[in-house]
């Protein structure tokens, strides 16, 4: 999924609100301030005012979101209160799974991994006190064959082939518990559990397989009804303004009922759901949703002690003092994904295609970027390093050893020693020049003539603010060993309509750009790059290609080796299909009187919100 800057991802850590908990640890280069142990004594319900990211009011609420919908604000921090996935992946800052936070044991693979058994918990029922069964699990299954049918683009999570629903040639269940998938290829089971059993989210089939809000139930399992049910549901996910008010959205299995709902300002509230059996604070608080029109009134809230639970813009990190001051717990950590400036391995444009294809010259630009550097000035202590697509932290079971420690450290020497031995002139604070030419040993590589410059383009988005910072000191640095980087500035939404080679009418602007740095990737918790980094995948924007790293991620999504994903990573971090870039910190702020599992609040780092947990201790 393509994400900006901004952290997202999933996370939470079980337990009742009073379980003790040793505090995160604090200090610089990943952990920003610390979370508490939950407060003991006397709990007290109330009404946990949080405030929202300015632009990112809730949009959807059916819990199967379309590619245009698809993002925290309607997924982590709006429907999986009301609705909860089949499995829970996230433990505080940890990218793992929650299993009292699942609605499923884990499942059990058989038939050489082509056939999945998913087993139901028996604490999870409906708001209106019937049990979560095995047919809601294949109700929202058929209603997501429904969907992409129609259109591929009515669900975020489909791929054409592998994963749900292709990948899965028949689902049946047994009894009100079972389900049982069987698929048409065998499967990684990590890959499978992390990231395609997750997006399940059971729906309430006794109240929604309907095509009108008086009209009879249907067979959903008859594709036709299918369809029919899914645009009923579609269309009033559609009419926003009838959120709060309409029945059909009051059938939930999470811990929280919208009761109010501002289509406008997407300012919302949620009252707790008395019939959810999950794990939650003794009393729930009811939590209210309130937007912002910009990063500083939210900040000016926060200052203002006028919001319960916010953030520390990145631009306000000097602030932390005064923020604690007001009464306000500082906690930060880089969310699970990574940012990158891609390269366009297609651009003819000064023979650049030519030249990115060289590893070594991938390799100088990263002995260029001074990540620590970034780290420490830029982002004010608040981010950790990523030297490849799984970044060093949160901490991945699944990140190789090149994942913690930088395989081309920062050292403008080792970069201009990278190109001299490749048959460059360096100018120094001018333009290297290819002396060399030709594809044999000390020459500047295949497609490289005589006289080419190392002079190229960079086109970034210039929000948030340190985008441009990095990419600033990138070109100044890579002046240091004679290459020009032209920095161009553009926003966010340009870079990714246009500058996406996968997408036939983006080939108008192949030659336009040579790098561009729009933000990132938001990561899976089984971190595979397929359709990131594999030659055919749609988020593969610059046309990296290479055969290894398609069989590697074939092979993370395929086989049975569990750390395959591991192997995938650590060929991409030496291979550096683009220039991998630190991650700021989200820094998350809550009153000290607001309590809780600490992970629960740590969790807010990831862009999930599990306010169950949380109650006033005075």
Known sequence: MIGAVAVVGAALMAGCSSSPSVPLAAGFGGAFGTVPAAASGVQHAGTVTWAEVPGAGPTWILPLETAATAGTNNGNEFEYEMWRPLYWFGNGVEPTESPPMSLARPPVWSNGDK???????????????????????????????????????????????????????????????????????????????????????PMPSAAWARTSASGPLLDFTVPANAARIYDYLAASAKSVSTYAANPLWRTVDGPYTLTAF???????????????????????????????????????????????VGYIPLSDVAQVAAVKAKGYRV???????????????????????????????????????????????????????????????PASPYAPADAVTDPYPFSTPAAISLLTSHGWTVHPGGTDVCAKAGSGPGECGAGIPAGTKLAFNLVLNTQPGFIEQMDTDLASQAARAGITISLQYSNFNFIITNYNNQVPADQAYVDKWAMADFGGYIESTYPTQLGVFNSTGGGNFGSYHNPVADKLIAASVASGAPAAVKAEASFLTADQPGLFQPTADWIAVWKTNLSGPPASFANLTQANLTPEYWYFTN
């Open 262 to 308: 501002d289509a406008t300002s997407g300012a919302f509230t949620l009252t707790p759901n008395t019939a959810y059996l999950g794990p939650h604070a003794r009393t729930m608080s009811t939590v209210r949703g309130v937007p912002f029109s910009s990063l500083r009134a939210e900040f000016d809230a926060v200052r203002a002690g006028g919001v319960d």
């Open 115 to 201: 056939t999945v058994t998913v087993t139901l918990n028996s604490s999870y029922r409906w708001s209106n006190g019937q049990p979560v069964t095995s047919r809601d699990v294949l109700f929202w299954f058929d209603e997501v064959k429904a969907a992409v049918k129609e259109n591929p683009a009515n669900w975020f999570g489909y791929t054409p082939g592998p994963g749900i629903p292709d990948q899965v040639a028949s689902i049946t269940t047994r009894g009100p518990s079972t389900v049982i998938l069987t698929l048409h290829e065998p499967a990684n089971p990590g890959w499978f559990w992390d990231d395609e059993l997750s997006l399940v989210v």
């Open 331 to 393: 906690f930060g950590y880089p969310g699970f994904g990574f940012n990158y400036v891609v390269y366009n391995f297609l651009d003819k444009t000064g023979h650049f295609n030519s030249i990115i294809a060289q590893l070594y010259m991938r390799q100088a630009i990263a002995h260029l970027e001074d990540q620590a550097g970034y780290i420490k000035a830029i982002f004010g202590g608040a981010g950790g390093p990523a030297y490849g697509p799984i970044p060093a932290l």
